[in-house]
Structures are given as structure tokens and as C-alpha cells.
């Protein structure tokens, strides 16, 4: 049996736990079971969290053992951290040591982001100068009732182009069947796709998924930014006034999650807009509209086999 005392963890003969040990613990508790043993080298490290998919390693971790045993541990996806010392500082020294470690380990973090950041961009590059024009006929286009614009096609799988400061910096892949990956390692936050022009004095549309900007795009004919999740949609909204200005008009059309707890797609949608002064609009559901539609392109394929 593990007993605490005081900042120290305790086995059953009463002996401090190993370090390694103890910050596994920590790590445990965040990401779920590891059977692994972290190295105490005061480098950064990377690993499968265990929830992710096969192959990944979006966690990291740093851990040292000279002095007071301390470290940080994170994940590139979920874009948090955390800090963890074996126990409190005994004197300002050793605080000023834990300080100084965690921005050593920021500074890992960062860099070791941008180089994952660097390498997904050339892959996307490669993939994306490798691929052909996508084939209207791709079963998911057709599903979505929708053309693919510019979208490319390797294989059976179909390739949305993700920009940051015009440049490709990420790809997401589109299977016949929905299921839809980024690059690994590749950047998210703040990037998008766009569909259209943007014109002097015509409104702009920033929106989640691509199927729903192609549908907005197809409707009114103005252009889109599609931010490809809920979460990313305020990082768009954001650089998108920046670029245009207070004048520019910016329209989100959000996501209505209607059978999800918090309704997450309506909430992230309001907030990009409070953030950044913009407008924000929903689908307007039939009475006997389906809940489990969310968002606009829904509305069209229902309308559409509803031959309404």
C-alpha cells in the first residue's frame, strides 16, 4: 500500500518512493497507464499518450534528479503542461533551480514544437505537389452532396490544404468513409483552409469543418476560412481580423451541437465572435428536422433528400 506523508510518497516499509516512480504517478494521473519508466536526463522526451492512435508520440516529459528531483510533462495536442517537484523547495534557492528548470523546459517544448511543426510542413508540401485534382465522384463529396474546389486526391483519400501566413504548413486527409487525420506533428492552432476570394466589401466566413465552408461557399459565393475544429475556430478568427482590419466584415458560422452536452460547437462559435466583434450565425432547424444534424451542410443534405 502507497501512503502520503507530507510531499513525500511512502512504500510499505515506509522509504521515500523513487523519483522516476513518483513522477510517473503524476504523469499517470493525467494521461492514464504508462509501462514505461521516465529518464532523469533533463531532456525532453517524447511518447504515445495511450489514448492516442498507434504511432503517435504527442506527449513529452522532462525530469531531473540532481538536487531536488523535479520536471514537466505535456502534450503537443492537447496543448497543456504541467510541472511536478518530489517535494516543496526548502529554501529560495531551490525554488529559483525549479524556476529555472521549467523555462528550460518551455524552451524544449518550443523548439522541439517548431521542429515537428517544420517537418509536417515539408510532408504536407511533398503529399500536396504529388496528388492530382480531386474526382468529383469521391464518395464522401457526393455523401456531402458537394464539389471539391481545389481539394487534391491521393489514392482514395481526399487532401484539404491548411494555411498560416500563406504557407502550407498542414494537410488533413479525408477517407471514402468520413474519417478524417492530420499530419502527425503537423500545425493546427490558428491555420486554415481557404475556399473562395475574398472580395473588397463582401463578407467572410470562418467556419468549422470543410464540407460546411464548401457548402457556404457554394450558397453565397463568399469566401471561407475553415478552421477544421470548434476549438481552433477563435486561434482563425483572430489572425483573420488582424490581416483584415476592424472594417473587414466577419461572419462565424457555427456548429450547432444540439445533442452534445455544452453544446460545443455553438459555444466556441460565440466566443470567436465576442472575441474579435464578428457575427455569428447557426442553421435554422424544420420543426421535424433530425437533432442529431449540426451543421449546415447537414441541413442541405437533409433538405436535399427531402427534396426540399
Known sequence: MTIQNGAHALNGIGLPKNPELAFRDAMQATFGPLDWLPIPDGDIHRFRVPEDKPGTQNGWYVLYLDGIASGAFGSWKANGSQTWSSRKPADPL????????????????????????????????????????????????????????????????????????GYLCNLQRIMQDGTKRFLSGGRVKGAYCPIGKLEPGQ???????????????????????????????????????????????????????????????????????????????????????????????DLLCWRASHGI
Open 94 to 165: 531551490e525554488a529559483q533551480l525549479i524556476a529555472k528548470r521549467i523555462e528550460k523546459a518551455r524552451e524544449q517544448r518550443e523548439s522541439e514544437q517548431m521542429r515537428r511543426h517544420a517537418t509536417a510542413a515539408s510532408h504536407a508540401m511533398r503529399e500536396w505537389s504529388e496528388a492530382a485534382a480531386a474526382n468529383p465522384q469521391h464518395l464522401y463529396l457526393t455523401r456531402k452532396r458537394i464539389t471539391p474546389g481545389r481539394l487534391r486526391q491521393r489514392g482514395d483519400v481526399l487532401l484539404v490544404p491548411l494555411y498560416v501566413d
Open 203 to 297: 463578407p467572410l466566413y470562418i467556419v468549422e469543418g470543410w464540407a460546411t465552408g464548401a457548402t457556404i461557399h457554394a450558397e453565397t459565393g463568399a469566401a471561407v476560412a475553415c478552421a477544421m475544429n470548434a476549438g481552433n475556430l477563435k486561434p482563425v478568427a483572430q489572425a483573420l481580423r488582424a490581416k483584415y482590419g476592424d472594417s473587414q466584415q466577419i461572419i462565424i458560422a457555427g456548429d450547432d451541437d444540439r445533442m452534445t452536452a455544452g453544446n460545443p460547437g455553438r459555444t466556441a462559435a460565440t466566443a470567436a465572435a465576442l472575441a474579435i466583434g464578428a457575427e455569428v450565425a447557426f442553421p435554422v432547424w424544420p420543426t421535424d428536422a433530425p437533432l442529431e444534424l449540426s451543421d449546415f451542410n
